[in-house]
């Protein structure tokens, strides 16, 4: 026997506050809030910030799904350069459109910054190229085994933010 809310002789019901609307939600997700900061980086300071880091997340699809794998990298000559093994899922997957992350985050303090690479992820296969490369101190990948293959990110759009709070 389903159960009903009963109502108190002369007392009213109270009712749901209504769900905003999607148009008044959207407002308030899209703006920086009272004591939080956003700022657009450059794409020099973008790259500046690239430089600080050696881990970043790179994203493509495979199979029909969206696949996000953390990386070690680095940057020369605005081109981001990261190995991994010949025959793992980076090497066999297509990468003309893929992404590439690194963020900075300050949980205590509240601030940070994301940058976001688009482009194609290609192999090296220049034997100079492949000299000056191996030739770099770099973080070791953290997948084990033999990552002997290097990939070239040349991005074609750069975006990044800092945030902060007001305070």
Do not use: C
Not at 12 to 37: C, F, L, N
Not at 121 to 140: F, Q, Y
């Amino acid at each position: 026997m389903p159960m009903t809310p009963s109502i108190t002789p002369g007392a009213s019901a109270t009712r749901a506050t209504p769900t905003p609307s999607i148009a008044h939600q959207d407002a308030y997700w899209e703006s920086p809030g009272m004591v939080a900061t956003s700022e657009a980086l450059t794409s020099g300071e973008s790259w500046a910030l690239a430089t600080t880091q050696s881990t970043g997340r790179l994203g493509f699809f495979r199979d029909g799904l969206l696949d996000i794998f953390p990386v070690n990298y680095f940057v020369m000559a605005e081109h981001l350069y990261f190995r991994t093994s010949a025959d793992g899922t980076i090497a066999t997957s297509y990468l003309d459109h893929a992404a590439f992350q690194i963020d900075d985050v300050d949980q205590a303090a509240r601030t940070g910054w994301t940058i976001l690479f688009n482009g194609p992820a290609t192999r090296v296969e220049d034997p100079s190229l492949l000299t000056t490369l191996w030739g770099k101190t770099i973080d070791a990948p953290w997948a084990s085994g033999q990552r002997d293959l290097f990939f070239d990110l040349a991005p074609s759009l750069v975006r990044g933010r800092r945030t902060g709070t007001t305070h």
